[in-house]
Every structure is written in structure tokens, then in C-alpha cells.
């Protein structure tokens, strides 16, 4: 049986009991974070789901708010946070590093609509270990495209400033793929499938939201 080998710096209780209370919390801190992964996951999956049941089902009637007050009601989940994992789906093609930011971050910056935009803040929130609040903070200083938001936290605000408010243009329209099938996003949870990939790449995001 090989020898164990001691530790310079577990030589008293003292010691040993301050290493055991250290490990108990960052395992904790570990635990924590998985839960946090494994919620982003979730988060992303369900508003996914959604999405595609709706785009499957819409010539039955399926459209999204009231797919999402069934599901509310049936599943005891709020509206807001299903509408929350439903705009995290459409912003984000692909699940985001899980790893880097928690769900409260990821809801934040749902309200900056440019993309380029909202990963810089997130890039900077992870280099920076922000809190929630600082990164509420720095949303705040952004000024996004576009005025309107279909699911907005209102600690930052549904709207932009008043003197920010623009209609877009009538007609424009940004598109979605799923199933490898292509969709006009028309708002609200609400598309409407094309035959083929649009010529023209999405337009930028002052360019829409216009409803007459």
C-alpha cells in the first residue's frame, strides 16, 4: 500500500476543518452553477418547442399568445416567462454557451435588439463577472433600433424614449428557418411559411415593426 502523503497545510484540526468548510462551499457554488446551466438549457429548449408547434399547427388555429396562455394555465407557469423563453428562442438560432451567463442575464439583454450589440454586452459581462444589476446598468446606456419589443423587462422599459419613436417600413419583414422550411416573422409569435430562401438578408431592425 502505497504511503499517503501529508500535507504541509493540513498538519492541525484547524487547518483541516477551514480546507472541509472551503470545499463545502465551492461545491456548493458548483452545484449552483450547473443548475444554472441546465436552466438556460431548458429556457431555450421550451421557447424552442413552442416556436415549432406553432409554425406546425398554424393553419389549425395555433397562434403563439394563446398557445402561451394554455400552456400557463395548464402547466402553472407564467405568461411572461414562457413569453421570455419564446423571444430567447427566436433571438438565439443556436443555444448560447449555457456556461457563460445565468437566465436572469440572458433575459436582460432580450431588450437590445442589435445583435451585434448584445454580444458585446455579453462578451463584457462574462470578462467582468457582472452582477445582474450592472448589467441592467449598462442595457440601459444602449440605444437599441428599434422602439418596440415583444417581450421587454419593464426594469429597462417596453419602449424606447419618446423622441426615439419610428415607424418602420410598411412590407419589411424579417424571416426565420426551422425544419429547414422558411417563415415570415410577422410579429407577435405569428409567421407565415415562403416557398423559398428569401433573396434578400434580414432586414436591419429600424427597418421594422411597422403594423398598420
Same mark, same amino acid.
Request: proline share 5%; aromatic share 10%.
Given at each position: 500500500?502505497?504511503?499517503?502523503?501529508?500535507?504541509?497545510?493540513?498538519?492541525?484540526?484547524?487547518?483541516?476543518?477551514?480546507?472541509?468548510?472551503?470545499?463545502?462551499?465551492?461545491?456548493?457554488?458548483?452545484?449552483?452553477?450547473?443548475?444554472?446551466?441546465?436552466?438556460?438549457?431548458?429556457?431555450?429548449?421550451?421557447?424552442?418547442?413552442?416556436?415549432?408547434?406553432?409554425?406546425?399547427?398554424?393553419?389549425?388555429?395555433?397562434?403563439?399568445?394563446?398557445?402561451?396562455?394554455?400552456? %400557463?394555465? *395548464? #402547466? !402553472?407557469? &407564467?405568461?411572461?416567462?414562457?413569453?421570455?423563453? @419564446?423571444?430567447?428562442?427566436?433571438?438565439?438560432?443556436? +443555444?448560447?454557451? %449555457?456556461? *457563460? #451567463? !445565468?437566465? &436572469?442575464?440572458?433575459?436582460?439583454?432580450?431588450? @437590445?435588439?442589435?445583435?451585434?450589440?448584445?454580444?458585446? +454586452?455579453?462578451?463584457?459581462?462574462?470578462?467582468?463577472?457582472?452582477?445582474?444589476?450592472?448589467?441592467?446598468?449598462?442595457?440601459?446606456?444602449?440605444?437599441?433600433?428599434?422602439?418596440?419589443?415583444?417581450?421587454?423587462?419593464?426594469?429597462?422599459?417596453?419602449?424606447?424614449?419618446?423622441?426615439?419613436?419610428?415607424?418602420?417600413?410598411?412590407?419589411?419583414?424579417?424571416?426565420?428557418?426551422?425544419?429547414?422550411?422558411?417563415?415570415?416573422?410577422?410579429?407577435?409569435?405569428?409567421?407565415?411559411?415562403?416557398?423559398?430562401?428569401?433573396?434578400?438578408?434580414?432586414?436591419?431592425?429600424?427597418?421594422?415593426?411597422?403594423?398598420?
Amino acid at each position: 500500500m502505497p504511503a499517503l502523503i501529508k500535507s504541509p497545510s493540513l498538519q492541525t484540526y484547524a487547518s483541516l476543518k477551514s480546507a472541509v468548510r472551503a470545499e463545502i462551499v465551492l461545491g456548493k457554488d458548483r452545484a449552483m452553477r450547473a443548475v444554472e446551466r441546465e436552466k438556460v438549457r431548458t429556457c431555450w429548449n421550451i421557447g424552442k418547442l413552442i416556436l415549432e408547434y406553432v409554425l406546425l399547427n398554424r393553419k389549425k388555429g395555433a397562434y403563439g399568445q394563446s398557445v402561451i396562455v394554455r400552456l %400557463a394555465k *395548464d #402547466l !402553472s407557469i &407564467s405568461e411572461r416567462e414562457l413569453q421570455y423563453m @419564446v423571444e430567447f428562442a427566436r433571438t438565439y438560432s443556436n +443555444l448560447p454557451p %449555457a456556461a *457563460d #451567463l !445565468s437566465w &436572469s442575464a440572458y433575459r436582460e439583454l432580450l431588450a @437590445v435588439n442589435e445583435p451585434e450589440k448584445r454580444k458585446q +454586452l455579453a462578451r463584457e459581462a462574462v470578462a467582468g463577472d457582472w452582477t445582474r444589476q450592472k448589467l441592467r446598468t449598462e442595457i440601459k446606456k444602449v440605444k437599441t433600433g428599434s422602439p418596440i419589443r415583444a417581450f421587454g423587462d419593464d426594469s429597462v422599459g417596453s419602449f424606447g424614449n419618446d423622441g426615439d419613436l419610428k415607424p418602420g417600413k410598411p412590407g419589411v419583414r424579417r424571416f426565420e428557418k426551422w425544419n429547414g422550411r422558411f417563415y415570415y416573422d410577422l410579429g407577435f409569435s405569428t409567421y407565415f411559411e415562403i416557398n423559398k430562401k428569401p433573396t434578400r438578408k434580414n432586414p436591419a431592425a429600424q427597418d421594422l415593426y411597422y403594423y398598420e
